[in-house]
Every structure is written in structure tokens, then in C-alpha cells.
């Protein structure tokens, strides 16, 4: 099992550096990129030398849950979720993730919070995940994203739901507290974007780069997200390995580079600053969570709680990806908002859909 595992991790990175070794030799000798893909290469052979083995990636792991995929045609894109649950459960949650994760993010989180009456979806948003085809040449922000929610909403005929959002995936959420209250039950939102804490220092990088990035080998873009995934987990060796395979692995189709860059292109923090001032209006049950060495900063989380007029959970020495990492406290935080959407004052009259 270890050899494998070691021979697969090694491969991995030796692919990695003959892409980018390749890619290096393609450049014309004065093109300041040429150096830049060198080091790559030679960054990928070493961590080929000196890896070690994992044995662990190989097992599974039982508390998470199954990859229940559903997806269907809606205005002429291609949707898709995880479903979870009771198809006809009184409660239902949504889950949204963001950059540049995919449903699979709240694997730990769902078999805490389903259960007779409640049920699970994992959204995965137009343009990420294995939904990146559908993204190509389509406005994929926050903002439309929020709207591409409200259509799936329609089509799965959900008037009402918790939403729970991460990274952009809060974003989302946050719009669809103040722009579509009606079937807003309640929120979580946890390590999100909010105001101008966003775009973070790499991903504005990648923006100035996206030109490139769109360019490059599917290997090379896959292999920096994994890399870069990996750094945003706090705990659980095992778990931030099966994180960055999970995440990282769509980025691996030919279209991946062109998706990923899309995808940087179209962060922009106006989506969350224009609502700002509509946040203390929200009046659904509420949580925010967030991990205190998180890049995006907790001082934004506690504002959140604030405006939401809400908790403030941080959890020590945890970083980014705490839906993964810490599934445990994100789930009481949406069963304590499930729980308060019992005694919240009901909806009083059908919801009628907006048309676009």
C-alpha cells in the first residue's frame, strides 16, 4: 500500500515538472514567464525526491458522506448538487461552497445535520466543480450566482431553506438573505467573503495572471490548487490530502485552466459591499463561523455577527477550510439555526418566484 501510494505521489509531481519543463522550452528565451516555469520544474523534481509515503491516502473514510449527484438543464445550463436526505423533509438546508472547492467540501457536515425531517443539498455553482464546462463564456460572480440559485430554487419547487455559505459561498448567501428573503429561512455563513475582506492577496494574483493561467497545462493549474489547498487546512493530515485531491482534480480537465482563470476574473468584492448596508435588515435565526488564523479576516466574521445581530463562533487555530476541518461545530451552528426556524414566525403567504 505504501509503495503505491508513494509511486502515485511521485508520478504526480514528475508530471508536473515535465509539463512545466516543457512549457519553459515553448518560450521564446527573453519572455520573462521562461525562468518562471524553470523553477517550477525544478520545485516538482525535488518534491518528487523528497516525498514521502502516505498510506492513509488509500483509506476511506466512513464519516463522510456518500456523493449522491444529482443535476438537471435550467435555462440552458447544466446544474448540478449532492442530495441528501428525505426528499419531502419538512427542513431543508442548502449548502453552497465557493473557490475553488465543490459540494464535496461539506462531506463531514452533512451526516451531522440530516436526519427524519431534514434534509441536504450541496449547490455546486455554475462554473465550478465538475460544472466548469457550464461556466465557460457565462457571467460566473457572486452576484449572477446568487440568481443562478434563485432559478435552481424554482426548478427543485424549494419556497423555503436554511442557507449555509463558505468563501464565496457566503457571498451567495449573503444576496439571497437581502435580495430574496422570502425563502430565506435562516443563514450560516462560515470563513466567507463580506465587505472588502476580498479578493485575498493570491487571488488578485492570479487575476493579473489570468491571461497565462488560461494558457497553461491542465497538470500545472491543477497541481498549484492542490498545493495551495493543502496550505488552508489547520488538522487532519489525512483529511487535507483527500481535500486537495477532491478540489483540485476537476482543474484537471482540458478546460480546467481556462475555468480557473474565469473564475479569478470574476471575483469582485462590490458583490458584497452593495448589500452590506442590508445585512442588520436580515431577520432570519443566524450563525457565523470562522477560524481564527483564517485568511480572510475574523475581524469581517465578528462585524457579520454583528450587522446579523447573531453569535460569533471562532475556533482557535483553525484556518480556512473549516466545514472540513471542523464539520462538528459548523453543524451545531446550522442545527442551532434549524432549530430556531422552528419557533420563527411562519410565512404567511405563498412564495411567488421573480422572473429575471
Known amino acids: 500500500m505504501t509503495k503505491r501510494t508513494t509511486s502515485s505521489s511521485r508520478t504526480s509531481h514528475v508530471l508536473l515538472a515535465g509539463a512545466a519543463a516543457a512549457s519553459a522550452l515553448l518560450l521564446p528565451r527573453n519572455n520573462r514567464w521562461r525562468w518562471a516555469f524553470a523553477a517550477a520544474a525544478g520545485w516538482q523534481f525535488v518534491e518528487a525526491l523528497r516525498n514521502k509515503p502516505k498510506r492513509h491516502l488509500l483509506n476511506p473514510d466512513p464519516h463522510a458522506a456518500p456523493e449522491l449527484v444529482r443535476a438537471a438543464h435550467i435555462n440552458g445550463m447544466q446544474m448540478r448538487w449532492e442530495e441528501h436526505g428525505e426528499p419531502n423533509a419538512e427542513h431543508t438546508v442548502v449548502l453552497v461552497h465557493g473557490l475553488p472547492t465543490n459540494p464535496r467540501l461539506w462531506r463531514y457536515v452533512i451526516p451531522e445535520v440530516v436526519r427524519p425531517g431534514v434534509r441536504c443539498l450541496a449547490w455546486e ?65 462560515a470563513d466567507c467573503v463580506a465587505y472588502d475582506n476580498w479578493p485575498v492577496p493570491p487571488i488578485l494574483a492570479a487575476q493579473k495572471s489570468s491571461g497565462l493561467i488560461e494558457k497553461m497545462p491542465p497538470v500545472i493549474v491543477k497541481g498549484w490548487l492542490r498545493k495551495a489547498i493543502l496550505a488552508l487546512g489547520d488538522k487532519h493530515e489525512w483529511r487535507r490530502q483527500e481535500s486537495a485531491r477532491l478540489h483540485a482534480q476537476p482543474y484537471g480537465q482540458p478546460f480546467g485552466p481556462a475555468a480557473f482563470a474565469d473564475q479569478v476574473r470574476s471575483v469582485n468584492n462590490l458583490d458584497t459591499l452593495n448589500i452590506a448596508s442590508d445585512l442588520p435588515q436580515v431577520t432570519v435565526p443566524a450563525r457565523v463561523v470562522w477560524g481564527q488564523k483564517d485568511i480572510l479576516s475574523p475581524d469581517s466574521g465578528q462585524r457579520l455577527a454583528t450587522d446579523l445581530k447573531t453569535d460569533f463562533t471562532c475556533i482557535p487555530g483553525a484556518r480556512h477550510f473549516t466545514p472540513e476541518d471542523h464539520p462538528d461545530v459548523v453543524a451545531q451552528a446550522i442545527n442551532a439555526v434549524l432549530a430556531e426556524t422552528t419557533t420563527h414566525a411562519p410565512v404567511t403567504a405563498p412564495v411567488t418566484y421573480r422572473a429575471f
Open 125 to 189: 455553482m455554475v462554473g465550478y466543480g465538475w460544472s466548469m464546462q457550464a461556466g465557460l463564456g457565462r457571467n460566473i460572480s457572486v452576484a449572477r450566482q446568487a440568481e443562478y440559485l434563485y432559478l435552481w430554487l424554482q426548478h427543485e419547487q424549494i419556497t423555503k431553506a436554511v442557507f449555509v455559505g463558505h468563501d464565496l459561498g457566503g457571498g451567495v448567501v449573503q444576496r439571497m438573505a437581502t435580495l430574496y428573503p422570502e425563502v430565506c429561512a435562516g443563514i450560516v455563513l
